[in-house]
């Protein structure tokens, strides 16, 4: 059986969602027999640099992302009542090019998307994507929020974006969180994953 690694991980840096504190989770991912642990706080990078000593000094492999938003328009775009939503999306370093392409995907993400929360959008994506390994997100993520629509053919467009732009690196996630809406959403998910040829990663 392979080795199982968090990727999609909260730690005290998101703020109302994340309750693992920094030092403890690559101790705790030692004591279950893990390797490697990533951390992908919501918009930020805070606990990076004190996520990666942790994990080194714990001989742990350090994974650096981040839950990135994704304005729905553009980053630009500040209407109220239209662009306060966006979509979730989780980016990882895979390398030292991906850690300065989302060192600047999240730099921008404040400097000129900031409207309720720090956004990105896909042009920037476009053109900062190398090195970065990305997956779908939670429910909040656009895809999985088109198939809880039951739009397949949005759905579908959606995956094949996001491939064609990281190629191998496009993983679809699904989650076991013991939400009603999570459970269909997975089927969905799976069904799509085969369907388009895109591996699955699962986050418990």
């Not at 996520?51 to 981040?66: L, R, T």
């Not at 306060?84 to 404040?110: C, D, E, M, P, T």
Request: charged share 30%; net charge neutral.
């Amino acid at each position: 059986m392979p080795d199982f690694v968090h990727l999609h991980v909260h730690s005290e840096y998101s703020l109302l969602d994340g309750m693992s504190r920094i030092k403890d989770l690559p101790v705790r991912a030692k004591e279950l027999g893990m390797k490697a642990i990533a951390l992908t706080d919501h918009g930020v990078m805070y606990g990076a640099v004190e996520f990666y000593k942790e994990c080194k000094k714990n001989d742990i492999k350090p994974i650096i992302g981040c839950e990135v938003y994704v304005a729905r328009r553009t980053r630009f775009d500040k209407e109220a009542s239209i662009d306060s939503g966006y979509n979730h999306l989780i980016l990882l370093a895979k390398n030292k090019i991906g850690y300065q392409n989302l060192i600047k995907l999240v730099s921008l993400s404040f400097t000129e998307g900031f409207y309720y929360k720090p956004r990105i959008d896909k042009e920037i994506l476009e053109k900062y994507s190398d090195g970065l390994v990305c997956l779908s997100a939670c429910l909040a993520g656009e895809l999985p929020q088109a198939l809880v629509k039951n739009d397949l053919e949005k759905a579908e467009d959606i995956a094949m974006w996001y491939k064609n732009l990281f190629k191998d690196d496009y993983y679809i996630e699904i989650q076991n969180n013991g939400l009603r809406e999570q459970v269909m959403v997975n089927q969905k998910l799976i069904e799509l994953a085969k369907k388009l040829d895109i591996p699955v990663v699962r986050n418990k």
